[in-house]
């Protein structure tokens, strides 16, 4: 049995990479598992905590023991983790949220026979940066270049309590794979990297520096 640090306190996670659709049939997505957002929630609830995941699509089943929420786009996720933090004392924000939406996405399938289209694709709006700071915010941070600047900047922009970066041009770290080679970067600077583990073992590090902040 897992060390039960987490009993009794709301945790929100979320996973997967949203999708925002161009019309009835196709989305623009991107090539997030849910992986890493999975087995955050799990060790989440193995710990004692009453998890709330909320989930873009993925291939994984819903894990028994924790509350699913199902969204879709980039704009319920923002709804759905609103209205969740409001009863939770932390939030592991691992899902891939599109950054970008296309306006005005058609009624009907569009037809091969326009030719050449142009999508119009506008802003999301930052979620993370959305969520009051009286609970602690823990994000992520995939980065192809100058990892750790990069994140120390979100992390700063998005008033986290830590961010979890890690180089997705690292095979090993990258997309739809068990394991992840992260770098946790907290608000006082402190910049911490862990070795090659599985995604379940990063979610333990990563649980404890919560349990640490609580
Ligand atoms: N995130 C969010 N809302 C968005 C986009 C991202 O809350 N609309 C969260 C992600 O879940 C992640 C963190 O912010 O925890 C960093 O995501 P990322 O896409 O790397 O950050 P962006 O601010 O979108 O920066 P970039 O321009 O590098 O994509």
């Known amino acids: 049995m897992s060390k039960q640090d987490l009993a009794g306190k709301a945790i929100v ?5 949203t999708q925002e659709p161009i019309d009835p049939v196709r989305h623009i997505g991107n090539r997030s598992s849910g ?4 087995a955050i929630a799990e060790a989440s609830r193995d710990r004692g905590a009453r998890v709330t995941l909320i989930t873009a699509p993925t291939a994984l089943p819903d894990p028994p023991g924790i509350k699913i929420v199902h969204i ?3 704009d319920e996720m923002r709804s759905a983790v609103l209205e969740a933090v409001s009863q939770a004392e932390a939030l592991i924000m691992a899902a891939a949220v599109s950054d970008y939406r296309v306006e005005g996405p058609a009624e009907q ?5 326009h030719g050449r ?4 694709l506008v802003p999301t709006a930052d979620i993370l940066s959305e969520v009051p700071d009286n609970i602690r915010k823990i994000g992520f941070a995939a980065e192809s270049e100058n990892l750790i600047i990069n ?6 922009r998005k008033r986290l309590d830590m961010i979890v ?3 997705i041009t690292d095979p090993e770290s990258g997309f739809n794979v068990d394991t ?26 990563i649980l404890d520096r919560v349990a640490g902040m609580m």
């Open 13 to 17: 996670v979320t996973a997967g990479g």
């Open 35 to 38: 992986k890493m957002g999975y």
């Open 72 to 74: 879709i786009t980039a």
């Open 109 to 113: 399938k569009i037809k091969r026979e």
């Open 117 to 120: 289209i142009i999508l119009e």
């Open 151 to 156: 994140a120390k900047i979100k992390l700063e």
């Open 165 to 167: 970066a890690n180089d």
């Open 180 to 205: 992840n080679r992260v770098i946790l970067i907290d608000k006082t600077g402190s910049v911490d990297e862990l070795p090659l583990m599985s995604k379940r073992e990063v979610a333990e590090v």
